[in-house]
């Protein structure tokens, strides 16, 4: 019988515990073995909430532990580098949260000590493992090479998002505050006015998925034309993405409808990919298909995107591949978000 990889959690929040640590502690391949975390009695209670065996004060005294070989980091997001370094450092295998980063400088920081390392560094985006984005790239890939529903007129992604937590329960919270000392590094490139900081790093931390996606999906980066970032919740920006428009509308909405997805446009046809909220358990992204009068709904089974994140990083780590969503490539991420900042403050 092949050896159970080692896992190592750091930070058990809401996401930590329902988005990875319960779908690691679950999955063949693997056993979650130490858990670290900065408040105590959160950690101990999200301990024996999973059947973790061993609690660490720190990532720092976890990254001791001989059993843990991959450690998954899920915790603030100016402490995600840091962290990220010092694991790879100490020779474990990685997935973190997104974004990486906040700036090219430093990501690229992070992939060239992956790199260095020789480990498996993987990227938190999910939406990259949902079944209905499967479905929708391997359509979209195969009509563009077919020429069937001719030429993509264009391609459109909306992120409104709504109630990202969905009323979902099962995970255990305490009253202690987040606690300080964590090392952390600038949320914002050093050229971005520091008026606008904050407001680059609320927009990198919810839309990076959207950036990310896009590039997925197209295959490439597409080049930035337009960007209006005035107004912090409604923003556009528009691309080339290799011979047709691609339009990406930004904001946020309150209530419990969650709104995010893709729309292509083809001279004989559209496909379109819709999401549910992201802690939705079992239930994979929408894709329908309509030429002419006819629609087809594509039934995709049951299942869940984290979790299907969470079994591609210990496959990935034991085939020795390259994450779907890799350091390296995720680099491109932070590149594409500072290029279209600059466009939109003209710089």
Same mark, same amino acid.
């Given at each position: ?84 370094? @010092? ?24 992939a060239q000590a992956a790199e ?28 563009? +090479? ?33 606690? @300080? ?13 520091? *008026?606008?900081? *904050? @407001? ?48 990406? *509308?930004f904001g946020e909405q309150q ?29 994979? +992204? ?46 491109? @991420?932070?590149?594409?978000? *500072? ?9």
């Amino acid at each position: 019988m092949t050896k159970l990889l080692g896992i190592g959690m750091v930070g058990a929040g809401m996401v930590g515990q329902l988005a990875h640590l319960a779908n690691f502690a679950e999955i063949p391949g693997c056993r979650v073995v130490a858990l670290a975390e900065l408040r105590p009695d959160l950690g101990q209670s999200a301990a024996t909430r999973f059947g973790v065996p061993r609690l660490y004060d720190s990532h720092r005294t976890l990254l001791q532990d001989p059993e843990v070989e991959a450690v998954v980091v899920v915790t603030k997001r100016p402490a995600t580098g840091p962290v990220v370094l @010092d694991c790879l450092a100490a020779g474990r295998h990685v997935l973190s949260e997104k974004p990486m980063a906040h700036t090219v400088e430093q990501a690229e920081r992070l992939a060239q000590a992956a790199e260095a390392a020789g480990r498996i560094y993987s990227v938190g985006y999910m939406k990259r493992h949902d079944a209905g984005t499967h479905k929708a790239k391997a359509l979209f890939d195969h009509y563009v +090479a077919s020429g069937e529903l001719g030429a993509v007129l264009t391609l459109r992604l909306a992120s409104w998002c709504g109630e990202f937590a969905c009323g979902t329960g099962g995970f255990v919270m305490t009253p202690e505050p987040r606690p @300080d000392g964590l090392e952390l590094w600038p949320t914002a490139p050093d050229w971005l006015p520091a *008026e606008r900081a *904050e @407001d680059y790093a609320w927009f990198l931390n919810v839309f990076c998925h959207d950036l990310n996606l896009l590039r997925h999906l197209l295959g490439r980066t597409p080049e930035p034309r337009y960007a209006d970032f005035t107004r912090r919740n409604g923003r556009v920006a528009a691309f080339d993405g290799g011979g047709f428009p691609v339009v990406m *509308e930004f904001g946020e909405q309150q209530g419990t409808a969650w709104t995010e997805g893709v729309e292509i446009v083809f001279e004989r046809g559209r496909l379109t990919l819709d999401f549910v909220s992201p802690l939705v358990r079992n239930q994979p +992204a929408r894709v329908t298909l309509t030429r002419g009068t006819e629609v087809t709904r594509f039934d995709l089974g049951w299942s869940w995107s984290f979790k299907r994140q969470a079994e591609a990083f210990v496959a990935d780590i034991r085939q020795t591949r390259t994450p779907l969503a890799s350091g390296s490539d995720s680099v491109e @991420d932070l590149r594409l978000a *500072e290029r279209l900042w600059r466009l939109a403050l003209g710089l």
